[in-house]
């Protein structure tokens, strides 16, 4: 049964770090790539990081380049968000991806 099971998120201040962690079972971790993703209500699911499947290559949107940076641990099937700098309009729901499938979201709101 595959699981991707995010954690990490929170309320944090303007300006503030926050690290997601995305911890993956029920399929050869190793061999996908990872994606997170952020949804605020009424909009469209937003790309936010891509990672390669040996790490060797990552992306990132021009809305977070520079602030956040995607990782990952293939030997504890675990991928990683650190987000730095965060702004209000990086509040949302924060998905990982691996294939077809996606994990529960965790909720990260950036307010004073």
């Known amino acids: 049964q595959v699981q991707l099971v995010e954690s990490g998120g929170g309320l944090v201040q303007p300006g503030g770090s926050l690290r997601l962690s995305c911890a993956a079972s029920?399929?050869?971790?190793?061999?996908?790539?990872m994606t997170w993703y952020r949804q605020v209500p009424g909009k469209e699911r937003e790309l936010v990081a891509y990672i390669s499947t040996t790490g060797s290559t990552t992306n990132y949107p021009d809305s977070v380049k520079g602030r956040f940076t995607i990782s990952r641990d293939n030997g504890k099937n675990t991928a990683y968000l650190q987000m730095n700098s965060l702004k209000p309009e990086d509040t949302a729901v924060y998905y990982c991806?691996?294939?077809?499938?996606w994990g529960q979201g965790t909720q990260v709101t950036v307010s004073s």
């Open positions: 029920g399929f050869t971790f190793r061999n996908y790539v």
């Open positions: 991806h691996a294939s077809s499938f």
